[in-house]
Nanobody, 125 residues
Framework: QVHLVESGGGLVQAGGSLRLSCAAS????????MGWFRQAPGKEREFVAA????????YYADSVKGRFTISTDNAKNTVDLQMNSLKPEDTAIYYC??????????????????WGQGTQVTVSS
């Protein structure tokens, strides 16, 4: 069992920045690729970013490329998502996710083994 806890959400104006953090604990979190998804009201949960536990491989959704950066701190067992140039359409609940299939497959919901509880991000126009 891997336990994921997100933090760092909040309210920000368009063009601003937020940093989300996900703390992983439990059974060998280093065996899992990590990532972030988001879900806006009335919409399906969608992939945002993924990273291998080593931090050497990353993937991003086209909608966030160049604005969001995912990173890991293996010593702390955390995965962060730095979000810059935020837009109102980035408003959603952001979920941390873990997959034992690797960072490439983490973008697919069916390969997620564990989810965090979610943290709200609201971007005002």
């Amino acid at each position: 069992q891997v336990h994921l806890v997100e933090s760092g959400g909040g309210l920000v104006q368009a063009g601003g920045s937020l940093r989300l953090s996900c703390a992983a604990s439990g059974r060998t979190p280093s065996s899992y690729a990590m990532g972030w998804f988001r879900q806006a009201p009335g919409k399906e949960r969608e992939f945002v970013a993924a990273i291998s536990w080593s931090g050497s491989i990353t993937y991003y959704a086209d909608s966030v490329k160049g604005r969001f950066t995912i990173s890991t701190d293996n010593a702390k067992n955390t995965v962060d998502l730095q979000m810059n140039s935020l837009k109102p359409e980035d408003t959603a609940i952001y979920y941390c996710a873990a997959s034992n299939r690797g960072s490439y497959y983490l973008s697919r919901l069916q390969y997620i083994n564990y989810w965090g509880q979610g943290t709200q991000v609201t971007v005002s126009s």
